[in-house]
């Protein structure tokens, strides 16, 4: 019989056989071993350096991949006001790593969005928003 998956909130049921083993051999078929204690730090280290911005993570054989932009309608809005199109904020920040985990690429997404605020002139407000609350 063919393995099927489960709707949310349905129950195995009588004849339904489970996978006979711990998961553990799944990680030679996904292979990335992503350390998620670090992926969470990233997460919150970027939330709290770049409020109002999205974030996005992507994983491939070759590496990790992340963008970032400023949210149209977060905290940071008002950055993408009168900015002609192609200005750095309307296009967004991108990294693609080489090997590099999906912490390391959000991470260094996050260093160029803030690099790019510094060179705006912008560093009042990234020292504000990396001061503890």
């Known amino acids: 019989m063919p393995y099927r998956l489960l709707e949310q909130g349905e129950e195995i049921q009588e004849g339904d056989q489970p996978l006979d083993d711990d998961c553990e051999s799944w990680n030679e078929l996904v292979g990335w071993n992503t350390n998620t204690a670090d992926f969470a730090l990233a997460v919150s280290e970027f939330e709290r350096a770049l409020p109002g911005f999205w974030w996005s993570v992507g994983q491939c054989s070759v590496g990790a991949h992340a963008s970032c ?9 008002e950055l993408l006001e009168d900015i002609p199109k192609g200005h750095v904020y309307d296009e ?23 690099e790019a605020r510094t060179h705006q002139g912008e560093v009042r407000w990234m020292t504000q928003s990396l001061s503890p609350s």
């Open 69 to 77: 932009a400023v949210d149209g309608s977060g905290v940071q809005a």
């Open 92 to 114: 967004g920040f991108h990294v693609d790593t080489a090997g590099g985990s999906p912490a390391d690429a959000l991470r260094a997404v996050m260093h160029e969005a803030m």
